[in-house]
């Protein structure tokens, strides 16, 4: 017996798969290990859309509010302050101020003003539209990973998709409860304004249209908790949480859980203007387009800082005030696809997956070495090494292993046996034909070298292709067969042929040709 | 190559009903292709079918929605056709609600595809077919000759074709791991056609006859033995794959199964004789590599002397 480069190279990458699937098959707590897909694991998988023409509005919105906010700081006299998509337009009542209304527009980014006479037009280009919509993508992808870092499970995935897609995935979600506790902390807008109510008509409120109170330019809002108590306030608002700094949960006097929240400087400041210019009027608190509260304004309010309060649970709390911390979403956004997988289920379809693996590799061994006999035994030899390099290298790039994974290593069980097979066929022509045992195995390696690779480089395209199109799960499968077919060239061509050439002198000395390659007589 | 006039005969009326097949019950597309909603769910006893029927009746969300057994009886799927687009109450939940009081049961999966995910996988999928198909091709038109890839492009579209009849019979819904067998299938199936192309190229370069039917018949026996056990060790893991490996994975094993049958018997019976058909040309070939051969030999010689002659 003498050592070979092959048998030193099959070797290594012997150790290289025990050493570095130990941590995966063994559990330790150390090293790299393979990541069980959702769908063995459980857990959530969404895709989500973006409604980016809700950003522009909000866009629109908001500088009307700044134009709004401006005339009353300036004592400039304007009327009629409307809005649709994608412009603004109001009238300056007085011609001589029109100049320092325009200065103060042109400081807007990406928009076009008009005016006929009086009336000004603020429009939004195209462009500024398009990067509206883009930053609404990103900013969303932002808020909710921001959420979901601070919601307390594992590794959570946020991230692009293409180009208007954002893709989720939780892994290790436990119950239902949890699952919809996420997706209530992933949706929602999370957008606090403060408002006015409109005091003049405000007792009219019962009797109003939403059509009526737009023409005041007000909104009918309703109560979080009771929906059959409306408000009458101003569409426009006083700020919005753009300007919050800050949010957490604290307790009332009553040990009822509030949000407090801080405001930034220019917030604090148009904060306390208002208030100090409407003592006696009602301020509604509105989040997400429900009025938590609307309490008088007694005095003028500095600091700004305030609460939220409303009948939630500590748990609603808590995930509001994540919400509010990590900022509203520009945009809303809706559900394009969804997979989630309960823990049990991921839990039997790795016991069901086991047992195929399992049964289909006892299966092929026995066969094999029915079939070939020494030959037989050589080749499940590369056979065990293929599972565990398999394994190695998923662990080492931490690689995703799926159901679909699982049955592409059960598939490899069955095909990497093939170059071995169609080379131990090679060797025994060569011996039916009367070479010496050092030929026969030379030969029959170097003949069988270019169908193995031919055949194998065709399965490693559909697989490359099925990869790069495939999705989730899918691509579990892709990496798992191109891993084994990779590593099948390395231990059942190489690996097998160093065994043999380690054993040759011995196999010719014997001459027993059943024994070593199954052949009879 | 007597038998393989009754071989082709076989394949082109299994080819040909698989295609009837498709024309007329069509592919039952799942949700990952046409959109739609999947729940499973798992009860504590058997799963009170009926009762779950009458409980989602009413609801126009769950309108044509069908429930059959999975796997087992006290499991259950329910599809339908409708998507919502609510992140934080979708048709799931929903369904959850709606069977409160049928039972003590647990939603396992809950697949939810949108319309335009939908057609978008569907778009990818097809094209990652035509893209696997056009990568082979141009693999093998570039190792072999043109004629060795359309003979094998033609055993890869009749297992295609015959695996997609056999989903269409049992009327399994075709998602994307059936098309990732698809996949499988195609470079499975291609797999055996090389082994087998592999010796008659062996056999057409050493051998003096130039009778092609000669050389492939050789080939194909002399192949047979390694064709057969391969697609043994295949069929059994695949078999157990089928058997056992769970309800989840059942469409993907079948199409395998039928995938590494269909890949075998094509390989010996369909790509070779597609092969003679095309006429090619032993002496041809001969003359090629000769002339290769030749040319070889004449630059090494104008090497030679261009070296000899600079020193």
């Known amino acids: ?521 | 190559m007597g038998k393989s006039k009754i071989a082709m005969v076989f394949s082109i009326v299994l080819v040909l009903a698989s295609y009837a097949l498709l024309a007329t019950k069509g592919l039952n597309y799942g949700v990952d292709f046409a959109g739609g909603t999947i729940v499973q769910v798992k009860y504590d006893t058997t799963a009170p079918i009926d009762t779950m029927r009458d409980k989602l009746k009413g609801n126009e969300l769950f309108s044509g929605a069908s429930i059959t057994e999975f796997g087992s009886p006290d499991e259950v799927v329910i599809r339908m056709k409708s998507t919502t687009g609510s992140v934080t109450v979708d048709i799931g939940d929903v369904t959850r609600e709606a069977l409160k009081g049928s039972g003590n049961f647990e939603i396992r999966r809950v697949d939810i595809v949108g319309p335009k995910v939908g057609s978008e996988l569907k778009e990818k999928g097809i094209m990652s077919l035509v893209l696997a198909v056009i990568g082979i091709l141009i693999y093998v038109a570039f190792r072999f000759e043109w004629r060795f890839a359309v003979a094998s492009i033609f055993a890869l579209i009749h297992d295609v074709s015959i695996a997609l009849g056999a989903i269409t019979l049992v009327g399994l819904d075709v998602n994307l791991d059936v098309l990732a067998a698809l996949l499988t299938i195609l470079g499975y199936s291609l797999n055996d056609t090389i082994i087998v192309f592999d010796r008659i190229r062996e056999g057409v370069t050493n051998s003096k006859n130039s009778e092609l039917a000669d050389t492939i018949n050789e080939s194909v026996t002399r192949t047979l033995a390694r064709t057969t056990l391969t697609s043994l060790t295949t069929f059994f893991v695949v078999f157990t794959l089928f058997m056992f490996g769970g309800e989840i994975i059942h469409a993907f094993a079948f199409t395998l199964l039928v995938g590494v049958v269909v890949g075998t018997y094509s390989s010996v019976f369909v790509a070779s004789p597609i092969l003679l058909w095309f006429g090619f040309d032993v002496k041809l070939y001969h003359e090629k590599l000769a002339a290769k051969a030749k040319r070889e030999v004449e630059k090494q010689r104008m090497r030679d002397q261009y070296e000899s002659g600079v020193m």
Request: net charge negative.
């Open chain 1, 1 to 521: 017996m003498k050592l070979n480069y092959r048998i030193v190279i099959f070797a290594l990458a012997i150790i290289f798969g025990i050493g570095f699937s130990a941590p995966s098959l063994l559990q330790l707590e150390d090293g790299k290990k393979v990541t069980l897909g959702l769908d063995l694991q459980g857990g959530l998988h969404m895709l989500l859309g973006v409604k980016t023409e809700e950003a522009v509005k909000s866009r629109i919105k908001s500088i009307a509010a700044s134009v709004k906010h401006f005339a009353e700081r300036e004592d400039v006299l304007i009327d009629n302050l409307i809005f649709d998509e994608s412009s603004v337009s109001f009238e300056v009542l007085d011609s001589d101020e029109l100049p320092k209304v325009k200065e103060f527009l042109a400081e807007v980014e990406g928009s076009d003003i008009a005016n006929i006479g009086e009336l000004l037009t603020l429009t939004l280009t195209p462009e500024e539209v398009v990067k509206t919509e883009k930053e609404a993508i990103s900013q969303a992808i932002e808020t909710i990973r921001n959420r979901l870092d601070q919601f307390g499970l594992a590794e959570p995935v946020v991230a692009r998709q293409g180009e208007e897609k954002i893709l989720v995935q939780l892994a290790g979600i436990k119950t239902q409860e949890e699952e919809q506790r996420a997706r209530e902390l992933i949706s929602r807008a999370a957008k606090l304004e403060l408002m006015a109510v409109d005091e003049e008509r405000a007792a009219r409120v019962y009797n109003m249209s939403d059509a009526d109170a737009a023409e005041y330019g007000d909104v009918i809002l309703s109560d979080v908790k009771n929906p059959e108590i409306k408000y009458l306030v101003r569409e426009i608002p006083i700020l919005d949480g753009g300007m919050l700094t800050d949010a957490s949960m604290g307790f009332d006097q009553n040990n009822r859980p509030l949000i407090n929240f801080k405001l930034n400087a220019e917030g604090a400041e148009i904060f306390g203007d208002f208030t100090g210019r409407s003592v006696g009027k009602r301020l509604a608190v509105v989040l997400d387009g429900k009025v938590y509260s609307a309490p008088n304004i007694n005095e003028r309010i500095g600091g700004g800082s305030g609460q939220i309060s409303g009948s939630y649970t500590v748990m609603e709390a808590k995930d509001l005030a994540i919400a509010l911390r990590s900022g509203s979403l520009l945009a809303p956004i809706y559900l394009m696809e969804k997979r989630s997988v309960g823990p049990s289920l991921g839990a039997d379809s790795i016991k069901a997956s086991m047992v195929a693996l399992i049964g289909g590799f006892i299966l092929v061994i026995i066969f094999m070495v029915v079939y070939y006999r020494a030959a037989g035994v050589i080749a499940n030899i590369a056979l065990i090494a293929n599972l565990f390099i398999i394994l190695a290298v998923m662990s080492l790039f931490g690689a995703t292993l799926t159901l679909p994974g699982m049955a592409g290593i059960v598939l490899t069980v069955g095909m990497a046996v093939d170059a071995n097979v169609i080379i131990s066929e090679r060797i025994r022509e060569l011996v039916y034909e009367g070479k010496s045992m050092h030929k026969a195995i030379e030969d029959g390696y170097s003949n069988a070298m270019r169908a193995i690779l031919d055949a194998n480089i065709t399965t490693l395209i559909a697989a490359v292709v099925l990869y790069a199109y495939g999705t989730g799960a899918i691509k579990g499968f892709a990496i798992t067969i191109s891993i084994g077919i990779l590593a099948s060239m390395l231990t059942a061509i190489l690996g097998t042929h160093g065994i043999y050439q380690m054993l040759e002198a011995r196999i010719a000395k014997s001459k027993n040709n059943r024994f070593w390659f199954g052949i009879k007589g």
